[in-house]
């Protein structure tokens, strides 16, 4: 995970993200560089857009949202909560995007 966030903290300060760059910033934090992992990030780095990439990102809440009100008389209770096939495909795009955004970083 280390050196997801040297490349992050390279990129927000505008230097270049390569071997030497990653190797510094990882030495700074106490830690030996391992060639294989910074090549690895590098080549995983090559084909992104780290800019893009953040901008697609979500996030996922901390708080559980607040529960609905309970319906009315007049809404139908369909209307009321999504199905559990809605459900499922969001959780799913949820997960779609998660695991695109985990392979980013190898």
Same mark, same amino acid.
């Given at each position: 995970?280390?050196?997801?966030?040297?490349a992050?903290?390279?990129?927000? #300060?505008?230097?270049?993200?390569? /071997?030497? +760059?990653?190797?510094?910033? *990882?030495?700074? @934090?106490?830690? %030996? !560089?391992?060639?294989?992992?910074?090549?690895? #990030?590098?080549?995983?780095?090559? /084909?992104? +857009?780290?800019?893009?990439? *953040?901008?697609? @990102?979500?996030? %996922? !809440?901390?708080?559980a949202?607040?529960?609905?009100?309970?319906?009315?008389?007049?809404?139908a209770?369909?209307?009321?909560?999504p199905?559990?096939?809605?459900?499922?495909?969001?959780?799913?795009?949820?997960?779609?995007?998660?695991?695109?955004?985990?392979?980013?970083?190898?």
């Open positions: 995970m280390e050196y997801i966030y040297a992050l903290l390279l990129h927000r #300060l505008q230097q270049p993200i390569n /071997e030497e +760059n990653v190797k510094r910033v *990882i030495a700074a @934090a106490g830690v %030996t !560089p391992n060639e294989v992992k910074v090549k690895a #990030l590098l080549s995983a780095l090559s /084909e992104i +857009n780290i800019e893009e990439a *953040i901008k697609n @990102a979500t996030l %996922t !809440p901390i708080a949202p607040a529960a609905p009100a309970a319906p009315t008389p007049t809404q209770p369909a209307a009321a909560a199905s559990k096939e809605e459900k499922k495909e969001e959780k799913e795009g949820e997960e779609e995007a998660l695991a695109g955004l985990a392979s980013l970083f190898g």
